[in-house]
């Protein structure tokens, strides 16, 4: 059984531990860092979450939500994998923008409304058998055998949106 997701960080971690520490916005910190951001390989569809996903946001098992996987980008770097669940029932309302991102950084919006609230960040030291590790390494030449996550459910109108971000080794190369 693979380990569960820790509201603690431990010690192996410390190299990335400022970014996965961090409870602003990652977009926008990446952003004072980097002259070339961009969000790539947008791809987003609708299906079935993670088991332990849906538990976040209250999805039973057969619930469809909207899933989307993006690759934020410095020059050609890829720095962060960032995974979203959004349930059908968030989609609706002040939110219901969210479905037509594209390749706008969810982040932005988050972050811009005062009255969306985040759940504390939990974090996870993802292994090659981890569906989002594979998810992650694809955009990398020479994948590492783990990569360090984090994850948190925000909320608005009392509207669930979880957000993973998995942190690639490119992210080091930035000043945190």
Not at 43 to 68: F, K
Not at 69 to 74: A, E, G, H, M, T
Not at 98 to 104: A, E, H, I, Q, Y
Not at 109 to 120: A, G, W, Y
Request: charged share 20%; proline share 7%.
């Amino acid at each position: 059984m693979q380990s569960l997701w820790q509201n603690r960080l431990s010690e192996s971690c410390a190299r990335y531990r400022p970014w996965l520490l961090d409870r602003g916005s990652l977009t926008r910190r990446i952003q004072a860092r980097c002259l070339n951001f961009s969000v790539r390989h947008v791809h987003q569809r609708h299906g079935i979450a993670m088991p332990s996903e849906r538990r976040l946001v209250a999805l039973n098992a057969h619930s469809r939500a909207l899933l989307r996987d993006v690759f934020l980008y410095c020059n050609d770097t890829p720095l962060v994998f960032a995974h979203s669940v959004l349930p059908a029932a968030s989609l609706h309302g002040t939110w219901q923008s969210l479905s037509r991102l594209g390749s706008k950084p969810l982040g932005a919006m988050l972050f811009s409304n005062p009255r969306v609230r985040r759940t504390p960040l939990c974090f996870k030291k993802l292994n090659r058998r981890h569906e989002l590790h594979r998810l992650a390494c694809a955009a990398l030449t020479n994948p590492p055998a783990s990569l360090w996550a984090r994850r948190s459910v925000f909320y608005l109108e009392g509207k669930p949106i979880l957000v993973t971000e998995v942190f690639l080794p490119g992210i080091l190369e930035l000043q945190p």
